[in-house]
Each structure stands twice: as C-alpha cells, then as structure tokens.
C-alpha cells in the first residue's frame, strides 16, 4: 500500500508530502482530512493519533477520518474511523436522501 495508490483507490486529492506543508493529513476526501495507516495485524489508535489527525483536519477546514489498511496482499480490510457524530449526520442526510 501507498499513501497514493490509496488516495486514488477513494479518488482523494493527495497532500504534497505527507501532510508536511500547507495542507495537513496525507489527502481529502470530500469533506474529510485522511491520514492512511497499514499494518500487517494491528493498529492502535489512542487520544495522541486521534488529536493529530483532528488537529490536521481543523487546519484544512474539514472532519477528520483514519483510514486503516489491516492485512497484506489479497487480504486487505480496509476501516474508516471517524467522530460518531458524523457518522449520524452521513445517515440522517441519508434518509432525508440528501446523500
């Protein structure tokens, strides 16, 4: 996996370096600051990754979402962590058929 080959993969605009310059996180995705973490079994997140990745959204105007990649090769999930409270603004919008 690759930050860009991700970013492609959801059709998000990829940040020159990794979030390092002007435009935190690793890309946007419609409204959302992604930072892509893989890793082969695991991942922790804690208040220190979901402050950094809240920090970086909040700078690019935007919500915050980690998308993790859990496997290698063929056997890949892939997990979105975001607040709750987007997620039930996405399903309300749903049902009123805003989305």
């Known amino acids: 996996m ?4 991700e970013s492609k993969r959801i059709n998000a605009r990829q940040h020159k370096n990794s979030g390092r310059g002007i435009k935190k996180g690793d890309a946007t995705w419609e409204n959302f600051t992604v ?15 979901w402050a950094k990745a809240t920090t970086d959204a909040i700078k690019n105007n935007n919500d915050p979402a980690i998308v993790t ?5 063929n056997k890949k999930i ?10 039930e603004e996405l399903i309300k919008s749903n049902s009123r058929g805003m989305v």
């Open 69 to 73: 990649i859990l496997g290698e090769g």
């Open 35 to 49: 930072d892509f973490k893989e890793s082969k079994k695991s991942f922790t997140i804690n208040h220190d990754v």
């Open 2 to 5: 690759s930050e860009k080959s």
């Open 78 to 87: 892939r997990l979105a962590i975001l607040e709750f409270s987007v997620l």
